[in-house]
């Protein structure tokens, strides 16, 4: 059947978080606020994933503009991302969050009422 040209792309993302991961995937929701503007479980995951795309896509534009490499190796990134820097060919599969991203109590970004994305706040 020939695709109509009305007809958008289509992406399906599914993912399970357990454990510590799980809880840290909770922490984010809340931080972000989504169970309040969700109405649904795949609202909520629809609005996670959608943030994590666009957070995604400036950490790699970021990552190009040091680095230098437009289609960087997925270890490679992982490694930048987790040590803040440049290292070739890392043997880090799954990393651990870097203390400069964990945020300390009272980091909260402002008031209750305020939505804060933070997406301007610089790390390293």
Same mark, same amino acid.
């Given at each position: 059947?020939?695709?109509?040209?009305?007809?958008?792309?289509?992406?399906?993302i599914s993912?399970?978080?357990?454990?510590?991961?799980?809880?840290?995937?909770?922490?984010?929701?809340?931080?972000?606020?989504?169970?309040?503007?969700?109405?649904?479980?795949?609202?909520?995951?629809?609005?996670?994933?959608?943030?994590?795309?666009f957070a995604?896509?400036? %950490?790699?534009?970021? $990552?190009?503009? =040091?680095?230098?490499?437009?289609? *960087?190796?997925?270890?490679?990134? &992982?490694?930048?991302? %987790?040590?803040?820097? $440049?290292?070739? =060919?890392?043997?880090?599969?799954? *990393?651990?969050?870097?203390?400069? &991203?964990?945020?300390?109590?009272?980091?909260?970004?402002?008031? =209750?009422?305020?939505?804060?994305?933070?997406?301007?706040?610089?790390?390293?």
């Amino acid at each position: 059947m020939a695709r109509n040209s009305a007809e958008s792309a289509v992406k399906r993302i599914s993912g399970e978080f357990h454990g510590d991961d799980a809880v840290e995937m909770e922490i984010i929701e809340v931080s972000l606020g989504v169970s309040r503007i969700a109405r649904s479980k795949s609202d909520r995951d629809d609005l996670v994933l959608r943030a994590a795309r666009f957070a995604l896509t400036k %950490t790699l534009a970021l $990552y190009r503009l =040091e680095t230098g490499e437009r289609f *960087p190796e997925y270890h490679d990134f &992982l490694s930048w991302l %987790t040590n803040g820097e $440049y290292q070739r =060919e890392s043997e880090t599969m799954y *990393p651990t969050i870097p203390p400069a &991203l964990v945020m300390k109590k009272g980091e909260g970004g402002g008031d =209750e009422g305020q939505e804060s994305s933070g997406a301007t706040e610089q790390v390293g």
